[in-house]
């Protein structure tokens, strides 16, 4: 069983940082694909970074790209969220997703459209932006 354990959510102002980190426990094989996600209410959870954990391939949403930065450090089994620049459209509870490879590795990255492939969850962490 994997489990994840985000940090690092807050309020800033816009166009400050924050730094999201997401540490995992479990088999790194049930864990291949680690992505961050984000959800406001009344709107669907959408993909926002992923990195596969055996290259390090990364995919973003086109709303962050530029501006977010996903990263991983396998000796201490976390994946970072940089996300610079932020918008208040940037509002949400951010989630750390993980899965195996399969079925979510397209040989350019882990997609971050099959949300509902994303095996393992954490709790989230408020991101809150001011304008």
């Known amino acids: 069983q994997v489990q994840l354990v985000e940090s690092g959510g807050g309020s800033v102002q816009a166009g400050g940082s924050l730094r999201l980190s997401c540490v995992a426990s479990?088999?790194?094989?049930?864990?291949?694909?680690v992505g961050w996600f984000r959800q406001t209410p009344g709107k669907e959870r959408e993909g926002v970074a992923s990195?596969?954990?055996?290259?390090?391939?990364?995919v973003y949403d086109d709303s962050v790209k530029g501006r977010f930065a996903i990263s991983q450090d396998n000796a201490e089994n976390t994946v970072y969220l940089q996300m610079n620049g932020l918008k208040p459209e940037d509002n949400a509870m951010y989630y750390c997703?993980?899965?195996?490879?399969?079925?979510?590795?397209?040989?350019?990255?882990?997609?971050?459209?099959?949300?509902?492939?994303?095996?393992?969850w954490g709790q989230g962490t408020q991101v809150t932006v001011s304008s």
């Open positions: 990195i596969y954990s055996e290259n390090s391939h990364v």
């Open positions: 997703a993980a899965s195996p490879g399969v079925g979510l590795w397209s040989g350019d990255g882990c997609l971050i459209d099959y949300v509902g492939k994303y095996r393992f």
């Open positions: 479990g088999p790194p094989y049930m864990r291949s694909c």
